[in-house]
């Protein structure tokens, strides 16, 4: 028997606000995030990373009302050095143990069209940036869960690697069960025509 279909991921935020005691990150943003592909854009110190933390649960709000039903998450982070240790594929595998709803298929779709399989067996430490996004990116794509955040993910992406995710992040645009997050500096030229669930400018 197929497990039941996981229940919508929502996001509904009024008038949110995040602020430190001595500075205000932003203030009165107003938005709603479900299923599809969705975009944070803001320069440097906007508080995409903030906003993140605030839709994974991290942190709470100071300011206005932020409501989340998030039935399962993925907010790894690519490069944490607690990881270093691990060879790719004992990182993947550690992922995979985490979230139920692993498509082992879509997994090894990725591999290939990253180009990874010759790097699954060195240590992330080895990995140059770009390749160690990749393995990130694959997991994020595989693990099924309800509610993917992602920090610019086209950062340090070879340009056949940028245009294979910019397709992966249009597939994932017609999503009715997965919110996808994207949280860049500006647009994507990958996603310049992507349909998407909601876009929150958080200003240069």
Same mark, same amino acid.
């Given at each position: 028997?197929?497990?039941?279909?996981?229940?919508?991921?929502?996001?509904?935020?009024?008038?949110?606000?995040?602020?430190?005691?001595?500075?205000?990150?932003?203030?009165?943003?107003?938005?709603?995030? &479900?299923? &599809?592909?969705?975009?944070?854009?803001?320069?440097?110190?906007?508080?995409?990373? #903030?906003?993140?933390?605030?839709?994974?649960?991290?942190?709470?709000?100071?300011?206005?009302?932020?409501?989340? $039903?998030?039935?399962?998450? !993925?907010?790894?982070? %690519?490069?944490? %050095?607690?990881?270093?240790?691990?060879?790719?594929?004992?990182?993947?595998?550690?992922?995979?143990?985490?979230?139920?709803?692993?498509?082992?298929?879509?997994?090894?779709?990725?591999?290939?069209?990253?180009?990874?399989?010759?790097?699954?067996?060195?240590?992330?430490?080895?990995?140059?940036? &770009? #390749?160690?996004?990749?393995?990130?990116?694959?997991?994020?794509?595989?693990?099924?869960?309800?509610?993917?955040?992602?920090? #610019?993910? !086209?950062?340090?992406?070879?340009?056949?690697?940028?245009? !294979?995710?910019?397709?992966?992040?249009?597939?994932?645009?017609?999503?009715?069960?997965?919110?996808?997050?994207?949280?860049?500096?500006?647009?994507?030229? $990958?996603?310049?025509?992507?349909?998407?669930?909601?876009?929150?400018?958080? &200003?240069?």
């Amino acid at each position: 028997m197929s497990p039941s279909l996981p229940s919508p991921v929502r996001l509904c935020a009024d008038a949110l606000g995040f602020a430190y005691p001595e500075q205000t990150v932003f203030e009165g943003l107003s938005f709603e995030i &479900g299923p &599809g592909l969705s975009l944070i854009l803001g320069g440097d110190g906007r508080g995409k990373t #903030t906003l993140l933390r605030l839709l994974a649960g991290d942190l709470a709000v100071t300011a206005g009302r932020l409501e989340r $039903e998030v039935p399962s998450l !993925f907010a790894v982070k %690519p490069d944490n %050095p607690a990881d270093d240790a691990l060879t790719a594929r004992q990182w993947l595998a550690r992922r995979r143990a985490e979230h139920a709803r692993w498509d082992a298929a879509r997994e090894r779709r990725l591999i290939e069209g990253f180009a990874l399989e010759a790097q699954l067996d060195k240590g992330l430490f080895m990995l140059s940036t &770009g #390749t160690r996004r990749k393995v990130w990116l694959s997991a994020a794509l595989a693990c099924g869960a309800a509610l993917v955040l992602l920090e #610019t993910p !086209f950062s340090a992406l070879d340009l056949p690697s940028r245009r !294979f995710l910019g397709g992966l992040f249009k597939e994932a645009a017609g999503s009715s069960t997965q919110a996808l997050v994207v949280a860049d500096h500006a647009l994507p030229e $990958e996603l310049a025509d992507a349909p998407l669930t909601a876009q929150i400018a958080l &200003g240069d």
